[in-house]
C-alpha cells in the first residue's frame, strides 16, 4: 500500500491532504478512479477514514477502497487535524473553499478531472455544497448520515439548545466524553467501545477544541444543499438509529433530486457514523456497488 502527503492553499491557510493507494503512481500509467472522502464536524481525516485498531478488524475506508482499485484521497479541513489555523469558525462554506483547493490538487496529480466524493454527516454538507458549485468535477456522490432540512431531529434539536453560544464563539469542546458520545446518543452497541477510545486516542492529538461553523449552519441555517442544484448521480445512505435526520427528510431530499440516477439505502444495526460502527462492511459494499455501477446503455 502507497501512501502521500500533500499541501493545498486556500490563501495563506495550509490545507494537509493525503492520498492512498496500492501503488505508487507513475508516469504514463492509466489514471485509477479517484475517490475523495470529507470528514465531519468533530474528527479530522485520517481518524476518520484511515483508522488503524490493533485487533479490532479493518476499520480504515482508505485502505478497502485502495485494495478494491481506487486512488483515495481526503482532506483535514481549516482547523481540523495537520492543516492551518485561523480565528474563523470553518462553516460549511468555508468547508467548500478548502474543497476547492483540494481537488484542484488531486485533479492534477491523478490526471482525473472528475471524480467520485464521499462525506459523512456535516462532511456529506460540504460534499453537497461543493457538487453544487464545481458539478464539472463530480462523478459520482455519496452522502453518509447527511441532513436536509432537520425537521425533527432528535440530535439537531438537541444540539440546537447551544445555538447561541454557536453563534457567540468559534470554538467548542469536542474531549473524550464527546468522542465518546457519538457511537452512544443513537444507539449503544451500533459501534465497538474499544474502537472509539482508540479514536478519542487518535484525535485529541489535535487538541479537545474543534471549530463551531458547521454545528451553527447545522441547528440555524439548513437547508445548505439544494437537491435542484445536485447534478451528479447520488447515493444517500442512512444509518438504521441515525438521530440527525429521519426518513421523511432525507426521502423529501432524494425525491428532488434532478439525476434519474439515484438511490436511498438504510443500513441495519447502523447509526450515525456508518464508517465506524460494527457493521462498517455493509456501508463499503453499498458504496462500492455505486461507485462501480456500469455505464448506462
Known amino acids: ?60 475506508v482508505m485502505n478497502t477502497f485502495a485494495q478494491w482499485g481506487f486512488d483515495v484521497w481526503t482532506m483535514d479541513h481549516e482547523n481540523y487535524g495537520r492543516s492551518g489555523r485561523t480565528e474563523g469558525n470553518s462553516d460549511i462554506a468555508s468547508g467548500v473553499e478548502d474543497l476547492k483547493a483540494a481537488v484542484e490538487l488531486a485533479a492534477k496529480e491523478t490526471g482525473r478531472q472528475k471524480l467520485h466524493m464521499f462525506g459523512e454527516s456535516s462532511g456529506a454538507l460540504r460534499a453537497g455544497a461543493y457538487a453544487m458549485t464545481r458539478p464539472e468535477r463530480i462523478d459520482r ?48 452497541g451500533t459501534s465497538d467501545p474499544a474502537v472509539m477510545e482508540y479514536l478519542a486516542d487518535q484525535e485529541l492529538q489535535f487538541g479537545d477544541q474543534v471549530p463551531t461553523g458547521t454545528y451553527l449552519d447545522m441547528t440555524a441555517n439548513l437547508p445548505v444543499v439544494d437537491p ?48 465506524l460502527g460494527v457493521n462498517r462492511q455493509k456501508f463499503w459494499h453499498v458504496m462500492r456497488a455505486f461507485l462501480t455501477m456500469p455505464a448506462s446503455a
Open 1 to 60: 500500500m502507497w501512501s502521500g502527503e500533500y499541501w493545498a492553499k486556500k490563501g495563506n491557510v495550509s490545507l494537509y491532504v493525503f492520498r492512498k493507494r496500492m501503488d505508487a503512481p507513475k508516469v504514463g500509467q492509466s489514471a485509477l478512479p479517484v475517490l475523495f472522502l470529507v470528514h465531519g464536524s468533530s474528527i479530522s481525516s485520517r481518524p476518520s477514514f484511515d483508522l488503524t485498531v490493533p485487533g479490532r478488524g479493518e476499520y480504515s
Open 141 to 188: 456522490l455519496v452522502f453518509g448520515a447527511f441532513t436536509y432540512k432537520g425537521e425533527n431531529s432528535p440530535t439537531l434539536t438537541e444540539r440546537a439548545k447551544q445555538l447561541d453560544y454557536f453563534r457567540t464563539h468559534n470554538r467548542r469542546l469536542r474531549d473524550r466524553a464527546m468522542i465518546r458520545s457519538i457511537s452512544t446518543r443513537d444507539k449503544p
Open 228 to 275: 435542484a442544484k445536485v447534478l451528479a448521480p447520488v447515493l444517500l445512505v442512512r444509518g438504521e438509529y441515525d438521530g440527525i435526520a429521519t426518513v421523511d427528510d432525507l426521502a423529501e431530499f432524494y425525491k428532488r433530486l434532478p439525476n434519474g440516477d439515484r438511490q436511498f439505502v438504510i443500513l441495519p444495526g447502523t447509526a450515525h457514523s456508518v464508517a
